[in-house]
């Protein structure tokens, strides 16, 4: 491709790719190759619009049938593929369509000015009650910094609700949207734009097609082909989308540079899980190209087993092999295993409390003495949330330990006594050979620091909020403190597996002036959204660092039917309902895969079997297991299991009351449903 030419593909003709027969899809294909290796090639006739209001704007020939819609800069040698469709929809779609340089941040955009005239004209004459515009406060240069189109700003001037917002998202940039709605719960333009580190400080030349495609805003929307090969890679496999397209702060966030620990929020569907893996790409690149032979790599970790071995399918898929020898993708728990072993560590982990602790527990209980006024359940709670996730390591240690959130206070005595047990317990679990996780993770940060050099380069860090605090510990002592050191990304609605809350800043990671947050949910739709949500109220959902996440600005770009909770349901009626929601899952798409979820693995096998006995192909999914490993459109898990996913539509049992817990287990499952979802509870 000759280096002067500019190759850019819009979002949608990828989507729409993919979508077409595959006879069209094959032509589609050597069209965009011959495009791509020469645009200004003699065999691609251009032909004009007639009609079109963007005179830049040519129809090229895919078949006899299909057409593509190609924008050809005035001044500079870029042509950006709009769309592909049959040629009268083709062109009809072009007449309505301008490409321009948004004038204030840069972007490339292509309006729908039909779309913008018929809303101008249908809004003209408000009824009397209807409320003021909502953007009026604004000025048009406001309006264009958070990225609404320069052709927009008169259909956008006509809203006057969070309603008529929604009705117009699909005809705006994602971070027009996302900038509209975040005015709407009270942000300013100037908190919007610095959250962002959108510069809207330069003077924008508008016919700078070029420049423009580069910056984070166009990206979000089109794709700037990089090689020959490139294009042919993307469009000859399966295409996510967020393989290629991400949000501008995601993109932000993925590459920027930073002086240390950043750590990223957001709710379920936010993309934070694809930040991280662009963010490992990113970082990779650099290894592969900067200290390439040298042992030193990137660690990408999670908190369970499968959601490892789904991030290594997501990561090989947009990484190239230089990239992936660089990153070592492993869950803590196994690489804990592995870094222990390796230096001759003379306990096993006792991973599985019950199976492992459990005896050694009960054996140290029988010391207990019923007149220091707390439960049993107390104790192993104190060891949990205080000894074990302090690291206390002797009893002058636990006498001085703060024992913030515990409810109940203990005088020196009582410390004294409760210590005995805890130290009788963890002689007895050496004696067998056993340490408990977090002990294993304290050992692990001793033997680090006394070696004197961490194995890693770069750490990142998914589903945050399921570690600890000793777990945070050993992930800062695996990487030299040093730019672009850590990068965390969770979600405290999500937490699930971690008896302890951790706040980063108690474990030595420092990310003042670095934490971000994610407000967009693409993924579930807006009905999903909130009856998730609603399944976590009154319930304090912290920000992993020691304060509160709030949820008033997280917002789903989608709509849908409201999901349903169906409580008090016979196990008959709930395995009819099951097959019945499935049927209508399918007659609706026929390619739909749904997930059919429950708390536990003998509930799984349940629902699995009696789905399979109504005739479907039914995959149960352990927790060791890759997702993409299993050929079927029905898969049965448990809960726990179903973190990381994503369905077209999810149906969830659970038979027993709703507790704090369970609440956030549903919260988990549902959000992985896009369309649908369905809850069948006990009362």
């Known amino acids: 491709m000759n280096e002067d030419v500019k190759i850019i593909v819009s979002n949608e003709v990828i989507k729409r790719m993919t979508a077409l027969p595959a006879a069209v899809q094959s032509k589609g294909l ?35 049938a299909y057409r593509g819609i190609i924008f050809r800069a005035p001044k500079d040698n870029v042509f950006v593929w709009l769309h592909v469709d049959k040629h009268d929809d083709a062109y009809q779609w072009a007449s309505t369509r301008k490409m321009s340089v948004n004038p204030v941040n840069g972007a490339l955009t292509l309006t729908n000015l039909h779309f913008v005239e018929e809303t101008v004209q249908r809004r003209a004459a408000p009824a009397p009650s209807e409320p003021d515009p909502v953007f009026a406060d604004l000025s048009d240069r406001d ?20 309603g008529d917002l929604d ?12 900038g509209l709605f975040l005015v709407l719960a009270g942000d300013s333009v100037s908190i919007i734009l610095s959250a962002r580190e959108t510069r809207v400080d330069r003077e924008i030349d508008t016919e700078d097609f070029a420049s423009a495609a580069d910056r984070d805003e166009s990206r979000s929307r089109f ?5 020959e090969q490139d294009l042919q890679a993307i469009l000859s496999a399966p295409l996510e989308q967020w393989r290629v397209f991400l949000h501008p702060t995601q993109r932000r966030l993925a590459t920027r540079n930073l002086n240390g620990p950043s750590r990223i929020l957001g709710g379920a569907g936010t993309g934070k899980t694809v930040l991280a893996m662009h963010r490992a790409k990113h970082l990779a690149s650099h290894l592969a190209s900067h200290l390439a032979g040298r042992d030193q790599k990137l660690l990408f970790t999670t908190f369970t087993t499968n959601l490892a071995l789904d991030i290594e399918d997501g990561l090989k898929a947009i990484c190239s092999p230089e990239q992936i020898r660089q990153i070592d993708i492993i869950n803590l728990d196994a690489l804990v295993f592995r870094l222990l072993k390796a230096r001759r560590y003379e306990h096993e982990i006792a991973f599985d ?41 002797t009893r002058d240690d636990y006498r001085e330990a703060p024992r913030r959130g515990r409810g109940v206070m203990l005088s020196r005595k009582k410390r004294d006594a409760l210590w005995e047990i805890f130290e009788n317990y963890r002689l007895q679990l050496s004696a067998k050979g056993l340490k408990e996780p977090d002990d294993a993770y304290r050992d692990a940060c001793t033997l680090l620091d006394a070696e004197g050099r961490p194995p890693y380069a770069h750490a990142v860090v998914d589903e945050t909020q399921d570690f600890g605090p000793q777990a945070l510990k050993l992930i800062r002592a695996l990487v030299p403190p040093g730019p672009n050191d850590l990068m965390f990304v969770g979600d405290g609605h999500q937490r699930i597996y971690a008896k302890n809350k951790a706040a980063m800043s108690r474990c030595g990671i420092d990310i003042r002036g670095r934490a971000k947050k994610l407000y967009l949910n693409y993924r579930t739709t807006e009905e999903i959204r909130r009856e998730a949500v609603s399944l976590l109220e009154n319930l304090e959902i912290d920000d992993l660092d020691g304060g509160s996440d709030e949820i008033a600005r997280y917002k789903s ?22 097959i019945e929601f499935i049927a ?12 059919v979820m429950a708390p536990t693995g003998k509930l799984r096998d349940q629902l699995a079997k009696q789905t399979r006995d109504a005739g ?32 077209d539509a999810v149906v969830i049992v659970v038979n027993r009351a709703l507790d704090d817990e369970l609440r956030k287990l549903i919260y988990v499952g549902i959000t992985r449903a896009k369309r649908a979802a369905r809850v069948y509870s006990a009362d």
Not at 584 to 595: E, R
């Open 167 to 178: 009705a117009m998202r699909e005809e705006l940039p994602v971070e027009a949207y996302e």
């Open 557 to 578: 770009l989608l709509h849908g039917p409201a999901p349903e909770h169906i409580r008090g349901a016979s196990m008959e009626r709930v395995r009819e309902g099951i």
């Open 143 to 162: 309006l264009m910094a958070i990225g609404v189109p320069e052709e927009m700003l008169p259909a956008v001037r006509t809203i006057r609700s969070e």
């Open 353 to 393: 409390f019950e199976a492992k602790c459990a005896p050694a527990w009960d054996a140290a209980m029988v010391d207990f003495d019923p007149s220091l006024g707390v439960s049993r359940a107390f104790v192993r709670e104190e060891f949990e949330q205080v000894v074990l996730a302090q690291g206390l390591a």
């Open 616 to 647: 479907y192909k039914v995959a149960t999914v352990s927790h060791r297991e890759r997702l993409s490993r299993k050929d079927a459109q029905i898969f049965a898990m448990t809960l726990h299991r179903a973190k990381g996913l994503e369905f």
């Open 223 to 227: 794709y700037v082909v990089e090689g």
């Open 584 to 595: 209508g899952c399918l007659a609706d798409n026929v390619d739909a895969k749904i997930g």
């Open 30 to 64: 050597e069209f965009m190759l011959k495009f791509q290796t020469d645009p200004r090639s003699p065999g691609i006739n251009y032909e004009r619009i007639n009609g079109a209001k963007d005179k830049n704007l040519r129809s090229v020939r895919i078949d006899q």
